[in-house]
């Protein structure tokens, strides 16, 4: 069975950091590429970062280039995102999903998502 599983999400304010965390399990990993997406309320979910599965290369959103930083331990079986210089308009539920290809921004692309993480920024 396979399992995404977001954690680190939590209630900060604007200029501040926060660390979220996807542990994967039932999949070979490091032959997929790992997206986060988010979804604010009453809106689209819409495409964040990702990293490919063997060199790591990384895509981000015009909206959180520079601010944020995806990162990969295969390893460990994880992806992380580090979010940082918050601001409000980046509250809502993250998500990672896992695609067998890297560069899509489509969540139609993702074979496998995880439960979401709310993240909330107070101004």
């Known amino acids: 069975q396979v399992q995404l599983v977001e954690s680190g999400g939590g209630l900060v304010q604007a200029g501040d950091s926060l660390r979220l965390s996807c542990a994967a399990s039932?999949?070979?990993?490091?032959?997929?590429?790992v997206a986060w997406f988010r979804q604010a309320a009453g809106k689209q979910r819409e495409f964040v970062a990702s990293i490919s599965w063997s060199r790591y290369r990384t895509d981000y959103a015009d909206s959180v280039k520079g601010r944020f930083t995806i990162s990969r331990d295969n390893a460990k079986n994880t992806v992380a995102l580090q979010m940082n210089s918050l601001k409000p308009e980046d509250t809502a539920v993250y998500y990672c999903?896992?695609?067998?290809?890297?560069?899509?921004?489509?969540?139609?692309?993702?074979?496998?998502w995880g439960q979401g993480t709310q993240v909330t920024v107070s101004s």
């Open positions: 039932g999949i070979t990993f490091s032959s997929y590429a």
């Open positions: 999903a896992a695609a067998p290809k890297f560069r899509l921004r489509s969540p139609d692309a993702y074979d496998y």
